[in-house]
């Protein structure tokens, strides 16, 4: 059966088979509070005060362990064949990125500031962030350099003032300055490939956001937010419509939904139009194959169900679950069992039909992450706790 989804549930669903809490546990590390890990392939990495180290999953044998400099914190990032270690100061911004082979840990080279992968290139953007903590890991200041994967600077590109850098897929990523002026650049050369304007927003990671081939832009209207959507190639305007009650903006399937006091509005991103309207939902979200849409409360606990992102149609019920989270390539339902102490683990069909338990984990487990056929999940104690999902 492929683990299309791993679910952590309130409790058993009915008429499944009796749990048992062992028999599926892969293992636990220790996890200090400001340390991280990431699931690389095979490998569970975890970066710790003065060293990083992978295990292979699901026995936790240690392949490699690198001794790092001392930082308040670390984030580890994937990218190819290479894992990026980031060295963070107490506000959170980053100071010194490692880059080094993830099968062997062989350090490859270092860079005073940040790296940003880019899908689908074998270069990194290295930039500096604000110095602030409110812009830290958003607007960017200095100047942008691409560095290959040896270690080679490709190109450098110095920025007038602060400006927003977003990487886009094939290989590309979206610059958008203090003025507004926007440049879509390849990050193999940094030479333009599309030049516009873009209005004042509120940018972070997921805004500007790539849906299709359509930059959509979330950004202040008159007395109500504005959705605008702009061609790839050309940064042209396609489109731009005022949203009253806005309150989230996600990609579903190959829509645009937007989250409203009202319900869900669908908007197919090529010109704006809408492609379905539900009352029934507040926001709808997808990971991979799966969309998961939210309900309006009507009671204690609001409806959850995957659906078929296209319609908004339900396709599985999971109204008795109430909190979803993402999990690398995979989806995580999250509400502890008080009664039982612990929080159920289950599996959804290929179908999106049908769920199947695995077992159950403690309920303080939280921020967790799946991939290489295990799920990975903080726990109390300073402890990662580790479970084979297959």
């Known amino acids: 059966m492929a683990v299309a989804l791993a679910l952590l549930l309130a409790f058993t669903v009915a008429g499944s088979a009796p749990v048992h809490d062992s028999g599926w546990r892969a293992g636990q590390l220790p996890l200090a509070a400001g340390d ?9 990495v975890v970066a710790g005060r003065s060293t990083v180290t992978a295990y292979r999953v699901p026995l936790l044998t240690v392949i490699w362990t690198l ?5 308040e914190g670390y984030s580890l990032t994937g990218t190819g064949d290479l894992l990026v270690i980031g060295a963070r100061n107490g506000v959170g911004r980053q100071q010194e990125s490692l880059v080094v082979t993830a099968a062997t840990g062989r350090l490859r080279w270092r860079h005073t500031g940040r790296l940003v992968p880019v899908p689908g290139s074998d270069v990194l953007l290295a930039v500096s962030d604000v110095r602030s903590s409110s812009g ?8 942008i350099e691409g560095i290959d994967t040896f270690g080679m600077r490709r190109w450098s590109l110095r920025l007038p003032s602060s400006a927003v850098a977003a990487p886009l897929p094939d290989g590309e990523f979206l610059l958008v300055h203090d003025d507004g002026t926007t440049q879509i650049r390849g990050a193999s050369d940094a030479v333009p490939r599309a030049a516009g304007e873009l209005p004042p927003a509120a940018y972070a ?6 849906v299709g081939d359509a930059i959509v832009l979330r950004h202040p209207g008159d007395n109500t937010s504005r959705i605008s959507g702009y061609d790839r190639r050309t940064l042209a305007r396609r489109w731009s419509r005022t949203v009253g009650g806005l309150q989230s903006v996600d990609q579903c399937g190959d829509l645009l939904c937007l989250g409203t006091t009202i319900g869900v509005r669908a908007l197919d991103p090529s010109d704006g139009s809408n492609a379905w309207v539900s009352q029934s939902w507040r926001r709808t979200l997808s990971w991979g194959d799966m969309t998961i849409a939210y309900g309006r409360p009507t009671g204690v606990d609001a409806e959850l169900a995957l659906v078929e992102p296209m319609t908004g149609g339900s ?3 999971l109204s008795a679950w109430q909190q979803v989270t993402s999990v690398t390539d995979d ?3 999250a509400h ?3 009664a039982r102490g612990v929080t159920l683990v289950a599996t959804v069909a290929s179908d999106q039909r049908s769920v ?23 726990q109390g104690g300073g402890i990662l706790g580790v479970w084979a999902l297959d």
């Open 36 to 44: 991280d890990f990431a699931l690389a392939g095979d490998l569970l």
């Open 67 to 71: 001794p790092v400099p001392a930082a």
């Open 136 to 143: 830290s890991g958003r607007r960017v200041t200095g100047t």
């Open 205 to 210: 990671p997921d805004n500007p956001r790539l």
């Open 315 to 317: 396709l599985l019920d």
């Open 331 to 333: 989806v995580v339902l």
């Open 336 to 338: 502890p069992d008080a």
């Open 356 to 378: 199947r338990v695995l077992g159950a984990i403690p309920a303080a487990s939280g921020g967790c992450r799946a991939g290489g056929g295990v799920l990975a999940c903080r």
